[in-house]
């Protein structure tokens, strides 16, 4: 399985959102850069069998570029697991529950994706590991998905994404 970990793009600043913050959405720059971003997963050997993202606006609206983007033919499904206060050794339990072969991306947030990644690759929390907004990484399993199982493939930010998205 290759699990994609994906940030979700620029949202409003906290400080410029008087709403719930589980509604606090993408800015119109946020959603053109996850957009962009997006673009460069196909150029990264992505070819998702499933899309999983965090139920708040601004996870759910990057998940929807990044399905636009790939013309993806099935369904975003809302995530508890990728929650920001989620217990990252819960997506072990819901990715346990997809096919070995497939392809997961999963839209979610800081320090929660991180914090997953590190117990993907070292079976704990990994120094250093962080991902920008509408970064991304590839964490490979060759047979079950549980903590310190999984091969860094890449780890990409915007930019790089960005970049690859031209190719």
Not at 53 to 76: C, D, G, K, M, N
Request: glycine share 8%; charged share 20%.
């Amino acid at each position: 399985m290759d699990c994609i970990l994906f940030r979700h793009g620029i949202a409003l600043d906290p400080e410029d959102w008087d709403g719930a913050e589980a509604k606090r959405p993408l800015t119109p720059h946020g959603a053109e850069k996850a957009e962009q971003a997006a673009r460069g997963l196909p150029c990264a050997d992505v070819d998702p069998t499933h899309l999983l993202s965090s139920p708040y606006v601004r996870a759910f609206q990057t998940a929807e570029r990044i399905h636009a983007v790939l013309r993806i033919s099935f369904a975003i499904k809302r995530c508890n697991d990728l929650l920001p206060d989620a217990p990252p050794h819960l997506l072990f339990d819901r990715l346990a529950e997809i096919p070995p072969d497939a392809c997961v991306i999963c839209v979610g947030h800081e320090p929660h994706l991180s914090a997953a990644a590190g117990l993907m690759l070292g079976a704990g929390p990994v120094a250093g590991l962080a991902f920008k907004k509408a970064g991304a990484c590839c964490i490979r399993f060759e047979g079950t998905v549980k903590p310190g199982e999984g091969i860094l493939r890449w780890w990409l930010m915007p930019a790089q994404l960005r970049a690859l998205g031209k190719c």
